[in-house]
């Protein structure tokens, strides 16, 4: 940062150019609040969706659901439609509400301090500071890929990548290739891999549970109706909703959890004919206690004879492949990671410093905590979106981010009616907020259904889900109960 750069004022400054911060930013613009910029750290918009292009990249949440329900789409290609389209829908909504003007691209935030004396933040980023009153955090839940510390990877001569920033220029036909991780991103994008590549050593270290995913295309004849009719579209999405909330019933209830491992086990036996196969794949925790995936296409792909599950542990790399715990050396000449991210220790968690001069990452130790996910106590004009114990694993997260964004518009028409300079929620509220979240959480399956995931975070509490129907979260995070906040004036010195 240049020393001479004059600081930028503005009213709000909105860190993140994903689903969330756009999705702020458009509801700003219609409550007529302009004087607001969003920081972006890489070249354009689109975060998760703008970085995830490995091929065979989309949602596994029907299109029609995972848009934002103001800006509804009748071009989806299909049910669930791949990244690239996602993508361009984001980019059209920020075309479309005039968002563009606000987004200031390259703009990596490296500190974020409350300053008490001015009641202001000030955001230094690569270039210059930035002043504003407020300050949204939108950086999201998967924004910085995990690469595992395995012994040896650094003296790995050939090709490695992770999913999350694939490498299109290199060619992986007839290539020997290891995949390490068997979640979300794998097993979208094994499938699409394996019959290019000369042989595919696939290293499990926990079976998912996957259950059919039925994609097909939106015949045209639908999205004229859509275009026709938007009424229609309304109708499908409200009917997604409903079915995404049913899905929700195996999370809380063993017997309906015992009949969906029962069409998981159907689905995997109906695609992969050798048992000691199946064996290998057949999870033993509980469906729900990791994310549950969708796939046609992944068994069939692993079944095929140039792939090998790898089960035994990793011991170290080596310049030419991987060593086993058993001994077995597996030659490879690209190994790609599709190890996931870190969603329960947010990046940005160090370098965000609040009212009591402790930082965020201090001040959660570990454990992330926030009011309905959103405020914190101590870090006054704040608001996370997708902070902690807001995650789902049935339906749309963007659920989730508008009724976040719906609270926050609805604390700073509370701070107009007060006439308040600052606003955070009392630390009593938050802590009820949170022992409410521990103890719906505590004894379900995401708890204690037998695995490890990345729902628990390093103390082992579930900071990372709602425990609830997201239904819930839209009604109650969208109401706001104001004897939960403390509006403070203008200081007289300020
Ligand atoms: P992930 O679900 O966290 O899966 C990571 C995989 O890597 C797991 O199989 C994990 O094994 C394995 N792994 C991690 N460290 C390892 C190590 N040291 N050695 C061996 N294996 C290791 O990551 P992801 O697939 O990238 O997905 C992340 C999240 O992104 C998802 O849960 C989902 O929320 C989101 N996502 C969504 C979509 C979508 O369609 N909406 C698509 C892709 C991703 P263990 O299970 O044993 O830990």
Known sequence: MSDHAAPHTHRIIIIGAGFSGIGMAIRLRERGVDDFVILERASDLGGTWRDNRYPGCACDVQSALYSFSFAPNAEWSSVFSPQAEIWNYLKACAQRFDIMRHLRFRETVSRVAWLEHEQQWVVTSSTQQWHAPQVILASGALSDPVTPAIAGLGGFAGKQFHSAQWDHSYDLRGKRVAVIGTGASAIQFVPRIQAQVESLHLFQRTPPWIMPRHDHAIPSWRRA????????????????????????????????????????????????????????????????????????????????????????????????????????????????????????????????????????????????????????????????????????????????????????????????????????????????????????????????????????????????LWPYRVGRFMREASRLRESDYEFRPRRVDA
């Open 225 to 464: 109706l859509y275009r026709a009719v938007p009424a229609a579209q309304t109708v499908a999405r409200a009917t997604l909703y409903a079915q995404r909330e049913l899905m929700f019933v195996p999370f809380r209830h063993r017997a309906v959890r015992r009949f969906a491992e029962w069409s998981a086990r159907r689905h995997m036996e109906s695609q992969v004919r050798d048992p000691a196969l199946r064996a290998r794949l057949l999870p033993t925790y509980g469906i729900g206690c990791k994310r549950v995936l969708l796939s046609d296409n992944y068994y069939p792909a692993i079944a095929q004879p140039n792939v090998s599950l790898v089960t035994d542990a990793i011991v170290r790399v080596h310049a030419d492949g991987i060593e086993m715990t058993d001994g077995r050396h597996h030659a490879v000449d690209t190994i790609i990671f599709g190890t996931g991210f870190r969603p329960t220790d947010p990046p940005l968690a160090p370098f965000v410093i609040g009212r009591h001069g402790t930082t965020l990452a201090e001040q959660w130790r570990g454990s992330p905590q926030a009011y309905w996910g959103t405020t914190v106590a101590g870090f006054p004009n704040f608001a996370l979106l997708l902070g902690p114990n807001t995650g789902l694993g049935h339906t749309s997260i963007l659920l989730v981010v508008e009724a976040q964004i719906e609270h926050v518009l609805k604390l700073m028409d509370a701070m107009a009616r007060h006439d308040a300079a600052t606003v955070e929620p009392t630390a009593a509220a938050q802590s009820r907020f949170v022992e409410w979240c521990n103890t719906a959480l505590s004894g379900t399956v995401w708890n204690s259904g037998g695995c490890d995931s990345w729902y628990l975070d390093r103390t082992g509490r579930n900071s990372a």
